[in-house]
């Protein structure tokens, strides 16, 4: 048998207190398409990041073998050499350079540190027409829409001789169009002879391009399968990325969700004129009062956007349809009137949009209510410390004094503070956007009490969460979100992780 | 023994802990022993303080509303010569509109504010660099002042009232405590102590209501101890050569203010939290927008004052007054521990930092050093202010 282009044996990455990446083995075939699928934070990007050196050697253990031979990556500067070239879903030009300037970016042809500016052009003239892009190398990369950027980023890294192609979720802000056309030149690089590894959410295009596929799922290599056996389907890839045990980890519940309609979306649409594209289309959901409703979806699905679209934390955007709450049909302008009106927002990214982290405990509680504690505009101060012993009491948020600066806390506790903070407005809706991401057992559980108590009280919750067993044990209904559209909507009852899973891919 | 080891342990612990909060007084401090020292006590002189002070008056005005514009993550350049701009309105208006006191600082407060307004609009709206929008109000002010001031050059203002802003001191008592020194003044001082000591410890009777951890009991004494003699010192050098002045009741007032409403009210609480990380404050129905315009017009309504403090002093209104102005601002206000960083700093670190900045020159110039060297010196030490204020924050988060 052909010595595979690219091996990984054993890798296993260790974040603290997580293993990322357990024992996974990964084989590549010279010139094949090889997709790697698995949910969210299975481990793709990890992967990916040991293979170009982004984690060097030494941070890991295992080994990585090209064309047979041992490689010890100290930077990417290495893989690179190795003729490994990456693509990441962000893309890496310099929008304010030209097309010819971003594909030679740092490896400029020059002699002695002078650029020869028409053998630059000409051979970015080669690169693009490899690619088939017809642009004048000249035109600056903001004046290209986003499909074109990303031809230009693959004329880049292939500009540096590479051997494997690996990208990652790089349809994810195309359109129909431009994936196809993505997709296309792939086939046709892959019958040139260049090898591509291809991290994709989307299953049809996996299953329409790749030669094999491999599944991660929590930080290991559950399957290869190879689709000219006839072993890929979508069937088989959902059966193997989602089969997680669901332990019993939520607490029980008691609640029983009302009749009235507390939060509801009517055609609700938001469209970006900046990337040209709908974020969210013709989305309708319903939220009652007493209620946990888990919205599920994949990254980028538009979940997070269609929070804060109604939440009116939407710059740039421009939103039709209708919102209700409360029975009112209502429209926000700004996250303040969202908070007037009883809604509350606790954001995915706790560190960036949730607190102010060089402030204390006390006044991360109180932020988003001050009103409610001062008079004439001036803070009581012992009113405040009330509330946020109260909080720290109630939530049993681990601090040594409500004066400590919420940096110093660990993940859990800082959850547990922003989730005061919230609480502290005395929210009718309460949307929670991945309210465990990133913390301890111990404090997830707590946190699930945290929100079975709270729609007893008659609160109503939307739960937007990338974790499908948090998703079933905790939701009483599911809407699933893919490319910015609701794709299903499942009561608890018939909801599995594969059929969440078969909407979610479902582009 | 035991007693004073347990004594400087405390002593020792405390001031590592504080470090950052006190370095600046005892920074303050030190160098006005040095230039005690190398001046043969000229520095120290009652005169000699009272007139630093003064001198300190429209700088320090401007370090405060400075600090707020940093801690929001912007800055603002326009302000020394909207000051010299506003400080020329203001002759103008006393001299050949016949417009008494009275009415003129209201009104050119009000136009600094206008000023701010007009600063803050691109940066709110279109999210323009304070760099660059400030920049543009600094060439802007600049020609506005040399407009102002064509036809006449220097314009003198002959108005006593509004002179005395710069130059008067507070009336005495119609008795007499010591010989020699100003009643009030003296009067003053020992309500401020007396006021300063219960405020102290009524905040640590709370704090020890709500289990805070404290100063150790030797320590707050010390503490309360240390800055009433700070304090006395004061009032009794001021008295011993006129007593207050108005420009200092000025600068204590604004003080005061922002003191205030940095550390009790809503206001404050939201101006540090966008500082700190904008995005949760937005998210937290706080308007970055608001806070910014809020912000800036109270820096133009500072500078107008600066300026009124300014032409006031020098009883007259010049065609380059306030030149450098807002460097003088930024430095003092960068030594007294604002963190371009944002959210972090405080308006009395930012008077401490004028103080700071302002001695230095003075020392410098009883010594006779060349203004070159002066240059330097205030150059290195503010480099150094900052290298500390980073050094004993990182220290601060690891420990």
Redesign the interface.
């Known amino acids: 048998m052909e010595t595979p282009i690219l091996e990984m044996r054993q890798i296993t990455k260790e974040f603290p207190g997580v293993r990322a990446l357990d024992n996974v083995t990964f084989s590549v075939k010279r010139g094949e398409i090889h997709c790697l699928v698995g949910e969210n934070g299975a481990g793709k990007s990890t992967l990916m990041k040991v293979l170009s050196g982004v984690y060097p050697y030494g941070t890991y253990s295992g080994e990585i073998l090209i064309d047979g031979q041992p490689q010890r990556f100290s930077g990417i500067a290495d893989s690179e050499r190795a003729g490994i070239g990456i693509i990441y879903q962000e893309l890496a030009l310099v929008p304010e350079m030209t097309v010819y300037e971003n594909i030679f970016l740092g490896h400029e042809i020059n002699r002695n540190g002078l650029i020869d500016w028409n053998e630059t052009i000409h051979r970015a003239d080669a690169m693009l027409r490899k690619v088939r892009l017809t642009v004048n190398p000249a035109t600056k990369v903001r004046d290209l829409g986003v499909g074109k950027q990303q031809l230009v980023e693959i004329a880049k890294v292939l500009s540096r001789n590479v051997k494997i192609l690996i990208l990652d979720e790089p349809t994810a802000a195309l359109n129909e169009d431009d994936s196809e056309n993505l997709l296309n030149l792939l086939r046709e690089l892959r019958d040139h002879g260049v090898t591509c590894i291809l991290i994709s959410h989307k299953l049809k295009e996996v299953l329409s391009i790749a030669d094999t596929v491999t599944v991660l799922r929590d930080g290991k290599t559950v399957c290869t399968l190879d689709a000219h056996k006839g072993e890929v389907s979508e069937q088989a890839l959902i059966r193997n990325m989602v089969g997680r045990e669901i332990t019993n980890i939520y607490p029980p519940r008691s609640h029983r969700p009302g009749a009235d309609p507390m939060l509801a979306l009517r055609n609700w649409t938001v469209y970006a004129p900046e990337l040209g594209r709908y974020i969210l289309r013709d989305v309708n959901i319903e939220v009652r009062r007493g209620e946990i409703v888990g919205l599920a979806g994949l990254m980028g699905a538009g979940r997070t956007e269609l929070a804060l679209s109604m939440f009116g934390n939407a710059p740039g955007y421009r939103i039709s349809g209708e919102l209700w709450l409360k029975g009112k049909q209502r429209w926000f302008r700004h996250p303040q009137e969202a908070i007037a009106a009883g809604m509350a927002y606790v954001s995915e990214d706790r560190k960036a949009k949730g607190l102010v982290l060089i402030q204390d405990v006390r006044q991360n509680i109180t932020l988003a209510n001050l009103r409610a504690l001062a008079r004439n505009g001036i803070i009581d101060r012992n009113a405040e410390i009330q509330v946020a012993e109260e909080y720290r009491r109630s939530l049993n948020i681990k601090t040594p004094t409500i004066e400590q600066q919420v940096v110093n806390l660990s993940g859990g506790n800082q959850q547990k503070v922003c989730l005061g903070k919230w609480l502290f407005v005395r929210p009718d809706v309460l949307i929670l956007d991945e309210p465990t991401r990133g913390i301890d057992v111990g404090a997830k559980y707590e946190i699930y009490q945290l929100m079975n108590r709270l729609v007893e009280d008659g609160m109503s919750i939307l739960m937007i969460s990338s974790e499908l067993p948090e998703v079933l044990g905790m939701s009483d209904r599911v809407y699933v979100v893919s490319g910015g559209r609701i794709k299903g909507e499942l009561p608890i009852e018939v909801a599995s992780q594969e059929k969440i899973m078969e909407l979610a891919v479902d582009y | 023994m035991a007693t004073q080891a347990m004594f400087l342990k405390n002593l020792q612990r405390t001031l590592g802990q504080n470090i950052r909060q006190y370095g600046m007084f005892i920074a303050l401090f030190v160098i006005m022993i040095i230039f005690s020292i190398t001046t043969n006590g000229i520095f120290i002189s009652s005169r000699n303080l009272s007139n630093l002070i003064n001198q300190t008056g429209y700088i320090a005005v401007l370090a405060v509303g400075m600090t707020l514009v940093i801690v929001i993550r912007h800055i603002d350049l326009s302000v020394g010569f909207l000051a010299g701009f506003l400080g020329a309105v203001a002759a103008i208006a006393l001299r050949f509109w016949d417009l008494p006191t009275i009415v003129v600082v209201p009104m050119v407060l009000v136009m600094g504010g206008l000023a701010g307004l007009l600063t803050a609009l691109p940066v709110a709206e279109l999210k323009i660099p304070s760099f660059v929008a400030s920049l543009a109000g600094w060439l802007i002010y600049r020609g506005a002042l040399q407009l102002v001031t064509a036809g006449t050059g220097t314009i003198i203002i002959e108005d006593e009232t509004f002179n005395a802003i710069g130059n008067g001191f507070i009336p005495d008592l119609p008795v007499t405590l010591i010989p020699g020194y100003h009643t009030l003044t003296l009067l003053l001082g020992a309500i401020a102590i007396g006021a300063f000591i219960f405020s102290e410890i009524r905040s640590r009777n709370?704090k020890l209501a709500?289990?805070?951890?404290v100063l150790p009991a030797d320590m707050f004494a010390l503490k309360l101890i240390f800055i009433s003699t700070l304090i006395g010192l004061l009032a009794w050098i001021m008295a011993g050569y006129n007593g207050l002045s108005w420009t200092m009741v000025i600068v204590l007032v604004v003080v005061a203010i922002y003191h205030f409403i940095t550390t009790?009210?809503?206001?404050g609480?939201?101006i540090?939290?966008v500082g700190?990380?904008p995005?949760?404050?937005?998210?937290?129905?706080?308007?970055v927008k608001r806070i910014t315009y809020i912000v800036f017009a109270s820096m133009g309504m500072l500078a107008a004052l600066s300026g009124i403090l300014f032409a006031s002093r020098l009883r007259s209104a010049t065609t380059t007054a306030g030149t450098l102005f807002e460097l003088d601002a930024i430095a003092a206000a960068y030594i007294g521990g604002v963190s371009a960083a944002g959210?972090?700093g405080n308006v009395i670190g930012s008077i401490i930092g004028a103080l700071v900045y302002v001695s230095l020159t003075s020392g410098m110039n009883l010594m006779g050093i060349d203004i070159a060297y002066q240059y330097i010196v205030r150059g290195l030490v503010l480099v150094a202010a900052v290298i500390f204020d980073v050094t004993t924050r990182r220290r601060g988060?690891a420990g």
């Open positions: 709370k709500y289990n805070f951890e009790q009210t809503v206001l609480r939201h540090y939290a700190g990380n995005e949760a404050a937005e998210l937290s129905g706080i308007s959210g972090v988060r």
